[in-house]
């Protein structure tokens, strides 16, 4: 619950554009929800989680759809979730019992009220889902921070797989930086559209050339070698794929 | 012309399905939720089947510019079976969802004391969560199913105004409307009803609070009767305001009943080139 001020500017934002019965349900909704105690101040539950009626905030939470409007539930469901300070088996449960605009909300809170990887389960289980809502909640800042390379990479693949525009990706430039392995999985997915006849993905191009940051200088270097003597290029060399990715990335152009 | 289907198992059924139903002219299903024809043994699969219906079939029929709703009970055929039964302790918390807009389909199919029980039960819980109920009748037995459906409602807490009684013929429709139901109508391609038939039922009761559906699901059927049965009331002489009647404001105004029907659809570019649908898996 580190990062809540940010759901404050949100509140404002989101009520200055429901209509009045709509921000009285909410506040009303956000009320409830703050008035509940905090999971670590609640008493031990005498019952199992499937059996306790949900709580009054929780019933909030799944209607905020028709009550604000699918356009602003997100929004909705994410102030509801940082009011009730909804920590990782509450978010857990939700994700597990929620529609699909449910989950994405949970995803979306991860970052507001789970300060560590014990939540990461939720991202990885929205990665493997075909639904580009979730796949882009996914790779929002949560994703961004606690995923390993190997799975963020995917990740970024799955969003050129899955038209999710890599806008979605939270850090793009920062993780990409440098990231050899990324660029090599680009240059391959280019080359296996441009072998099938398909075009590349224009997000490609974008990501491709974030990858190349920090090693420009290698880069340009090993491209001059490569125009001198194209055939001894060093396979396994990562940083000369961007180069060869790129030219690859663009054959509808020529 | 704009078609609602509002019974159609769309699970079952293919994206060549959605794409030849958007161009037929339907904007909007509600499927509800049933048998699958390989009979369920755990209540986890009841589950992850609803999440289904709540989370990748919008999905999908919205590539396609269709909306997408649901209804959610446990059948009556598997309300025989005790392994399944315990669902009816879980359904509370998914007729809360925002998509869900009626409890169904409920109903008798061998009219057992465990079908009792699971219908009134769940007509209760229709009535709390303030949800209409699609109420199916029985294939064998028909009117003296449909008789033992009317009681059961009159004696719920839910109003029979609030009730879609489906699958409906020649034999049931009089008593389904005099008791003050909704009216629905299963058009297949051989059984229950046909598209003439079904002019002829509209010529006869007329087109109040009549629902027509394609119950499509993984039995020979057709997700295009919708539109063949349009087209069947406009060579009948019905004009275009009658046709929308029944084919768009009356399946409108009864899911309306449950105050989650939302009709605009997003993400309706089917032939998006990065469409996940379109990708399949990777
Ligand atoms: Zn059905």
Known sequence: MTRTPALGALRARLESALDDDARAWLAQALATAAAQPAPSEAPAPQVTASQAPAPTWELRFAQAGRRCGPEHADDARLLLLGAARADTATLTRLYEQGTAAERRAVLHALTHLVPGPEALGLTEDALR?????????????????????????????????????????????????GDGELARMLGDYARERTAAGR???????????????????????RTDALTESPTEQPAEDPTEQPAEAASAASPQES | ???????????????????????????????????????????SSFYDYFDSLLGWEPFRAAQYGIAHHCTIALNPKEANDPRCTPVLDQLPRYLVKDNVVA?????????????????????????????????????????????????VVRESALPLDRVLLDHLNETTVKDAKDAGCWLGFSVYPDTKMDEDRMVAILRSYGPEKVLVNSAADWGRSDPLKTRKVADAMLKAGFDDDMVDLVMWRNPVAFYELSGRLHLEVEGTDATHEGNSILRGGE
């Open chain 2, 1 to 43: 012309m704009r078609l609602f289907d509002p019974h159609i198992h769309m699970t079952s059924r293919t994206t060549d399905d959605y794409e030849a139903m958007y161009a037929a002219g339907v904007r909007a299903v509600v499927e509800p939720a049933f048998w699958l024809g390989q009979p369920r043994t755990s209540p």
């Open chain 1, 129 to 177: 889902t075909n639904d580009t809502s979730l796949v882009a909640a996914a790779v929002g800042p949560y994703g961004a921070e606690h995923l390993d390379a190997h799975a963020w990479r995917h990740a970024v693949l799955k969003c050129l797989f899955t038209g999710v525009s890599v806008d979605a990706v939270a850090a793009l430039a920062d993780r990409a930086r």
């Open chain 2, 103 to 151: 409890v169904g389909e409920i109903g008798y199919d061998s009219m057992t004391p465990a079908e009792d029980t699971a219908l009134s039960a769940q007509l209760q819980m229709a009535a709390d969560a303030e949800l209409p109920a699609l109420v199916h009748t029985p294939h064998r037995d028909k009117l003296a199913g449909l008789h033992r459906t009317i009681d």
């Open chain 1, 199 to 221: 075009p590349v993905p224009g997000d490609l191009q974008r990501v491709l050339a974030l990858t190349e940051a920090r090693t420009e200088a290698r880069t340009e270097a």
